[in-house]
């Protein structure tokens, strides 16, 4: 089955600084790739997803890359601020409705001020 | 809308115990899904339901654990007899599945298990 490796497991920043978490795939028949935000007590909630037929998406601040050679994709976010601050999740689906989601093992990012 | 909503949000038994964990999907949503997050294994599927019917329950870590929908509006995951490994955090997550769309999941709020 598929398998999702997230780096780095904590990430700490100043604020106003740039975060990149990055996350590997290992079946090439993955086609969706979402990215999820988890706050403290809260359950994950999606920020920006990416389908295999495009290389790059931005939403504001937040922007996701995708290299299907490298079975790769990051999530880039500029301009950090303080409530950036939460658990960052990667997936990776191989189906067509993105049912079956395989997590990355998540990223603490931690904001400075 | 309120979201997804689990209950209870806090559940503390002892092992040999059933656990009954409860999820009422966003209104209009057909699929479900079940998950259970740990330190040491990251976020899982546990089983997933479409029109009420389980799609894939591959996830499901052992016989102990059993899922139902009984309707669009309800879900439980048991577990009988309950473990301390099972210990975790379960999140029930929904979304409006369809052919060839990606369908984003909302995640309700966890039920945090402890079974000592």
């Known amino acids: 089955g598929e398998n999702v490796e997230q780096h780095p497991s904590t990430l700490s920043v100043q604020e106003g600084d740039s975060a990149v978490i990055k996350c590997t795939y290992s079946d090439s028949a993955s086609n969706y790739f979402p990215w999820y935000k988890q706050e403290l007590g809260k359950g994950p909630q999606l920020i920006i997803d990416?389908?295999?037929?495009?290389g790059e998406k931005k939403d504001q601040r937040i922007a996701v890359t995708l290299n299907k050679t490298a079975k790769h994709f990051s999530l880039h976010i500029t301009e950090t601020q303080p409530e950036d601050s939460a658990v960052y999740f990667c997936?990776?689906?191989?189906?067509?409705?993105?049912?079956?989601?395989?997590f990355g093992t998540g990223t603490r990012l931690q904001v400075t001020l | 809308d309120a979201g997804v909503i689990q209950s209870p949000r806090h559940e503390v038994t002892e092992m040999g115990q059933e656990v009954t964990l409860r999820c009422k999907p966003i209104s209009g949503h057909n699929s479900l899904f079940w998950y259970r997050q740990t330190m040491m294994r990251g976020l899982e599927l546990l089983i997933y339901f479409n029109n009420n019917v389980p799609i894939d329950d591959s996830g499901m870590p052992e016989d102990r654990f059993s899922a139902k929908m009984p309707n669009a509006s309800f879900s439980t995951l048991k577990i009988q007899p309950s473990e301390p490994r099972d210990s975790a955090v379960y999140f029930c997550?929904?979304?409006?599945?369809?052919?060839?769309?990606?369908?984003?999941?909302?995640f309700g709020p966890g039920t945090r298990l402890t079974v000592l």
């Open positions: 990416i389908r295999s037929n495009v």
């Open positions: 997936a990776a689906s191989i189906d067509g409705t993105a049912s079956k989601l395989t």
């Open positions: 997550a929904s979304s409006s599945a369809g052919a060839g769309i990606y369908n984003e999941q909302f």
